[in-house]
């Protein structure tokens, strides 16, 4: 019973700690926080594809943490290419080949891109989309607590993406 709070209630934790994400450093590390939550919970499940995805997940967000450095166009491609593929061999191997299991892996995609290639205004972007399409997925498959956390990532990201456009525009009026 215990455990089964701490699976999905680490991940609405981290979604709740979202909104206090108010720098990309911040939401880098929260997006490598719910990696190490859902792929703990994925791996207690035995889902150990979902977990491998989420590793690989978690990896290349510590890539961007330790590193601060964006990616390549054209590396950020093969990656992505290399990493999808693997989901999609995973995906082939376990069964789950239904045009459902798309949104996940376009998920994967959006979020990759974010954190290996823009800078936080993108990155928000990206995570908005990735996090709209997952919990449209986890709603499909009745996953309540997936959906309620992507929605909180979507309204925090939201949320930061409206503040730093409105600070550009401040900044650009003031030098005219």
Known sequence: MLTEILMHGLPMVMAVLSFWSNTERKVLFLNLGLCITISTSMALQDAWAGMLVMAMAGMSTSYRLITNKLVDQRLTAVLIVLMSSLIGY?????????????????????YRFGELHCREAGLRLCMISGSLL????????????????????????????MQLHRRNRQAVAQTY
């Open 90 to 110: 995973l995906n082939t191997v376990t069964g789950n080949t239904s045009w459902l299991e798309i949104l996940p892996v376009m998920t994967f995609i959006l």
């Open 134 to 161: 997952f919990a449209t997925y986890a709603l499909i498959n009745h996953s309540w607590g997936v959906a309620a956390t992507e929605s909180l990532f979507a309204v925090s990201n939201s949320w930061f993406l």
